[in-house]
């Protein structure tokens, strides 16, 4: 008989293209491959896509989330109590398998007495306290400074709940080693995030352009591609792209004023791949040690040259597969070297060396599978 279990979603995660959605995407995907019989459950931000998700798990159910302005006012968090439905809790009620829990905001049910003998996993993208204190810090609208402080302080709190899991799974080791002082009885692992990548595609070789890519509407990535433009790519004699989502005009009037950078908005997921992969320099900055550090993966898996600071290799144990500078100074430098350089089959074969088999989902999803 098959493993039977419940995933609980913040979101549908798919299509799978944002960090958390990639996350849980690849994991139900590498946990049915690996035999195991999925009841997902899911909260809708937007249009749904069953399809996919129909094609890995054995039964789809779909929430809709309280978005009214009065669910600010409630005691939890809003991304908590917005995902306060009844259903879900009538079936989950229907069988005794494990659950796993797609982060605190899908947590609501997580210390109701009806569950109080399942086993019950928590699947910690971000210390999500610490999260919206940095998105806090970042952002320039003063409505939205204002609540993702007041989300900072009802996480900190609710972060107490925590102690009803049976398990943690952190996307990093510095939030497992946070998260196993904080709760000291409860096994915790570091489970790195689940990705699109099954094999290295990187190509050998060199090009002319060094990358920047991500959610440009978030503003922990908008801060980092600001701060490159004015400190690091306006300082050079070569060609920059910096690519993503939904860039903000004021990131779009900075990348005007300077000859050499260009932006490329909302490409396609193919077009994507490709600027990753031809890129001679990957360039991974962030100011913003917490969340799921999929960028890194994914250029590991498929780019050439990894130019990054330590806030962004945090917990990850992947310093050795990049090229590490803190200032501006030292990453122009680095840039100017690395420009210099070819990929070579050499670069190949030390990344497969790191990265697998702590980075293959496959693997992965063994070591959660054995949980329950």
């Given at each position: 008989?098959?493993?039977?279990?419940?995933?609980?979603?913040?979101?549908?995660?798919?299509?799978?293209?944002?960090?958390?959605?990639?996350?849980?995407?690849?994991?139900?995907?590498?946990?049915?491959?690996?035999?195991?019989?999925?009841?997902?459950?899911?909260?809708?931000?937007?249009?749904?896509?069953?399809?996919?998700?129909?094609?890995?798990?054995?039964?789809?159910?779909?929430?809709?989330?309280?978005?009214?302005?009065?669910?600010?006012?409630?005691?939890?968090?809003?991304?908590?109590?917005?995902?306060?439905?009844?259903?879900?809790?009538?079936?989950?009620?229907?069988?005794?398998?494990?659950?796993?829990?797609?982060?605190?905001?899908?947590?609501?049910?997580?210390?109701?007495?009806?569950?109080?003998?399942?086993?019950?996993?928590?699947?910690?993208?971000?210390?999500?306290?610490?999260?919206?204190?940095?998105?806090?810090?970042?952002?320039?609208?003063?409505k939205n400074k204002i609540y993702y402080y007041v989300e900072t302080l009802k996480f900190r709190l609710f972060e107490?709940?925590?102690?009803?899991?049976?398990?943690?799974?952190?996307?990093?080791?510095?939030?497992?080693?946070?998260?196993?002082?904080?709760?000291?009885?409860?096994?915790?692992?570091?489970?790195?995030?689940?990705?699109?990548?099954?094999?290295?595609?990187?190509?050998?070789?060199?090009?002319?352009?060094?990358?920047?890519?991500?959610?440009?509407?978030?503003?922990?990535?908008?801060?980092?591609?600001?701060?490159?433009?004015?400190?690091?790519?306006?300082?050079?004699?070569?060609?920059?792209?910096?690519?993503?989502?939904?860039?903000?005009?004021?990131?779009?009037?900075?990348?005007?004023?300077?000859?050499?950078?260009?932006?490329?908005?909302?490409?396609?997921?193919?077009?994507?791949?490709?600027?990753?992969?031809?890129?001679?320099?990957?360039?991974?900055?962030?100011?913003?040690?917490?969340?799921?550090?999929?960028?890194?993966?994914?250029?590991?898996?498929?780019?050439?040259?990894?130019?990054?600071?330590?806030?962004?290799l945090e917990g990850t144990g992947l310093h050795s597969l990049c090229h590490v500078s803190d200032n501006s100074a030292?990453?122009?430098?680095?840039?100017?070297?690395?420009?210099?350089?070819?990929?070579?089959?050499?670069?190949?074969?030390?990344?497969?060396?790191?990265?697998?088999?702590?980075?293959?989902?496959?693997?992965?999803?063994?070591?959660?599978?054995?949980?329950?």
């Amino acid at each position: 008989m098959k493993k039977q279990l419940h995933v609980i979603s913040f979101d549908i995660p798919y299509p799978a293209n944002y960090g958390g959605a990639i996350d849980v995407y690849y994991r139900l995907k590498a946990l049915y491959e690996n035999g195991i019989e999925i009841t997902l459950h899911c909260f809708e931000y937007r249009v749904c896509q069953v399809k996919e998700l129909e094609k890995i798990c054995k039964k789809v159910y779909y929430y809709k989330r309280n978005t009214s302005f009065s669910a600010h006012f409630s005691y939890l968090p809003y991304a908590v109590y917005s995902r306060k439905q009844p259903e879900l809790l009538e079936n989950l009620l229907k069988d005794d398998y494990p659950i796993i829990f797609e982060g605190l905001m899908s947590c609501y049910f997580l210390n109701n007495s009806k569950l109080k003998h399942r086993n019950k996993i928590i699947r910690q993208a971000n210390i999500e306290h610490e999260y919206y204190l940095n998105l806090a810090k970042s952002t320039h609208s003063l409505k939205n400074k204002i609540y993702y402080y007041v989300e900072t302080l009802k996480f900190r709190l609710f972060e107490k709940n925590s102690r009803f899991a049976n398990t943690l799974l952190a996307v990093s080791q510095t939030d497992a080693d946070y998260l196993s002082s904080r709760f000291p009885t409860k096994k915790t692992l570091f489970i790195p995030c689940f990705h699109a990548n099954n094999e290295l595609s990187s190509i050998c070789g060199q090009s002319d352009y060094i990358l920047y890519q991500g959610n440009l509407a978030v503003a922990e990535n908008e801060v980092a591609a600001i701060y490159l433009c004015r400190e690091v790519f306006s300082k050079i004699n070569y060609k920059c792209i910096i690519a993503g989502l939904n860039p903000t005009k004021r990131l779009q009037k900075i990348v005007s004023e300077f000859q050499n950078i260009s932006l490329v908005s909302n490409p396609s997921e193919d077009e994507m791949k490709d600027l990753t992969q031809h890129a001679q320099i990957n360039a991974l900055v962030s100011f913003q040690p917490t969340g799921l550090k999929l960028k890194i993966l994914n250029t590991l898996f498929s780019g050439r040259h990894v130019l990054a600071n330590t806030t962004i290799l945090e917990g990850t144990g992947l310093h050795s597969l990049c090229h590490v500078s803190d200032n501006s100074a030292g990453q122009i430098e680095l840039c100017k070297q690395l420009m210099q350089i070819p990929f070579r089959q050499d670069d190949i074969d030390k990344r497969k060396n790191l990265l697998f088999p702590q980075f293959s989902n496959s693997e992965q999803a063994k070591i959660i599978i054995d949980l329950f």
